[in-house]
């Protein structure tokens, strides 16, 4: 069983930064690959990024990659997402998950955190 707990949500306006945490906790928890999606409400859940379990490879939704990075801290089995120059389109609950994969697809993640609200005001 893994943990994940994410923070660093927010309200910022258009343009700005903002990096979000999650914390992974539980057995073998340092072994997953880690991703982070998000919804907007009334919209499926989208991907976001994905990092690899040891950290080496990263995924990226096309749309995102040149603002968005995903990053990885072994020691303290914390996975960040920086957001750069935030758009009203960011707006959404972003969430990180856990898989033996790197994957895009919501269904290939076994284990989720509670969410964090992200909103950009324009």
């Known amino acids: 069983q893994v943990q994940l707990v994410e923070s660093g949500g927010g309200l910022v306006q258009a343009g700005a930064s903002l990096r979000l945490s999650c914390t992974a906790s539980?057995?073998?928890?340092?072994?997953?690959?880690m991703a982070w999606f998000r919804q907007a409400p009334g919209k499926d859940r989208e991907f976001v990024a994905a990092?690899?379990?040891?950290?080496?490879?990263?995924y990226y939704a096309d749309s995102l990659k040149d603002r968005f990075t995903i990053s990885k801290d072994n020691a303290r089995n914390t996975v960040f997402l920086r957001m750069n120059s935030l758009k009203p389109e960011d707006t959404a609950t972003y969430y990180c998950?856990?898989?033996?994969?790197?994957?895009?697809?919501?269904?290939?993640?076994?284990?989720w955190g509670q969410g964090t609200q992200v909103t950009v005001s324009s």
């Open positions: 990092l690899s379990w040891g950290g080496g490879s990263t």
């Open positions: 539980g057995r073998a928890s340092s072994s997953y690959a």
């Open positions: 998950a856990a898989s033996l994969h790197p994957l895009r697809r919501p269904s290939d993640y076994d284990y």
